[in-house]
């Protein structure tokens, strides 16, 4: 199963879609310009259901194959997932199609998710060369909203019987349309951290008279390093970045009263993650107790770790190499990916797909590469077909 024919006419198309989706970004779950648009297509294309308003704004389509015989098919339900969302970051790549909305842009490449998996839908509806259901599934809020747990919390897999479910992502610095997955923990789970460190303010001349809480902040940013470097396994994978650290007006006389610490925590295994909100909480109560401040820690668990299932990633892999020719092992990603929710409902797999030698995401110069289109959309339309096969 090389790049679809069908699919290979519909580029030029597909890439359109993905430059004006590229023009007009949209954060979070306000993607209702994107998401209509996405509505509109896929009614056009005859799909069976579209629906709307699926975990906010997200977009559900149902696609029905041909059933094997006169029975009812399969029964079988196939999800595939894109993302629709863009990045609060200022576009500096100068393109002709570069984003209209100041302060954002398709820093990740979901715009090309979503035109591919439109293709994909395309392919579909007009082929139906499948024995079961496809739902195909455009996401919003991916970048920090959590828009993934609002469509699984809104009973979207209960809803459409969903029995497996694939996504993939675009990796920038991998040779272009190339694929690589992994069997198990893939993404990260993310956390973050607000701490609030209160002293006793006062002149800068009279150190003895206050608690300073840059002092205390800076002996807090330091010691939550030990529990990556001297809590954890070192053969796990453990990250706690400081990310912002906070304090005083600028007065150069003046010991401020308070200081703020923010920041975050990649974890791969869930006793690491218990591990590292644990000992913060305990550095943080000692470090207090070490200068006679007061430390309040406010841990917040994000998205969870993003696992493959064994099974589900042996079949996206043998669709990648039928499509591209091979798959290869990725690595571990420290990064945060909230498909992690739909992988927790349901088993399915997560795939990369190689953008060539661009930009990184989540950078102003970033852009998707339109020449993986045909690559991303066979694959998409592949799992389908190879996980439905027509009797």
């Known amino acids: ?3 679809l024919n069908s699919i290979a006419d519909l580029v030029p198309e597909i890439t359109e879609w993905r430059r004006d989706f590229h023009t007009h970004p949209e954060l979070q779950f306000d993607v209702q310009r994107t998401a209509g648009i996405v509505a509109a297509k896929l009614r056009e294309w005859g799909c069976d259901e579209v629906t709307e308003g ?4 997200g977009v559900v389509a149902v696609i029905r194959g041909r059933a094997s015989g006169a029975g009812p098919g399969s029964g079988k339900v196939i999800g595939l997932r894109a993302d629709m969302d863009a990045l609060p970051i200022l576009e500096a790549t100068g393109k002709p199609y570069a984003s209209v909305t100041p302060g954002a842009m398709h820093a990740c490449g979901h715009d ?3 035109a591919m998996l439109l293709g994909a839908a395309r392919h579909l509806a007009e082929t139906r060369n499948f024995d079961g259901t496809a739902l195909i599934i455009f996401q919003p809020a991916e970048e920090g909203g959590g828009g993934g747990r609002e469509m699984v919390a809104d009973g979207m897999m209960e809803r459409w019987g969903v029995q497996e479910v694939y996504g993939l992502h675009n990796w920038p610095g991998q040779p272009a349309g190339s694929f ?3 069997t198990g923990p893939f993404f990260a789970a ?3 951290f607000n701490i609030t460190v209160t002293g006793r303010g006062g002149h800068a001349a009279k150190p003895q008279d206050v608690i300073d809480p840059i002092v205390v902040a800076s002996h807090l940013v330091l010691a939550l390093q030990t529990i990556a470097s001297r809590n954890a396994d070192p053969v796990g994978q453990l990250v706690v970045s400081v990310t912002l ?6 007065a150069h006389n003046v010991i401020p009263q308070t200081a703020r610490l923010r920041g975050t925590v990649r974890t791969l295994d869930p006793a690491l993650r218990d591990l590292a909100e644990r000992r913060m909480t305990e550095i943080a109560a000692g470090v207090a107790a070490t200068f006679g401040a007061a430390i309040e820690v406010d841990y917040i668990r994000s998205y969870p770790v993003m696992v493959n299932a064994a099974a589900e990633t042996e079949h996206a892999a043998a669709v990648a190499r039928a499509v591209g020719g091979a798959c290869a092992e990725a690595p571990l990603v420290m990064g945060g990916e909230d498909f992690a929710y739909m992988l927790e409902a349901r088993p399915g797999a997560y795939i990369l797909v ?3 030698d661009t930009a990184p995401v989540h950078h102003p110069d970033y852009d998707f590469n339109d020449e993986i289109i045909p690559t991303g959309c066979s694959w998409l339309a592949g799992m389908v077909e190879h996980r439905l096969k027509a009797g």
Not at 54 to 57: A, D
Not at 245 to 250: D, I, K, S, T
Request: glycine letters at 28%; hydrophobic letters at 30%; aromatic letters at 0%.
């Open 1 to 3: 199963m090389p790049v």
């Open 54 to 57: 699926i975990g906010r704004t």
């Open 112 to 114: 090309g998710h979503t």
């Open 180 to 182: 690589a997955i992994r």
């Open 190 to 192: 993310t956390d973050e």
């Open 245 to 250: 650290l906070q304090a005083g007006g600028g």
């Open 354 to 356: 190689g953008n060539g």
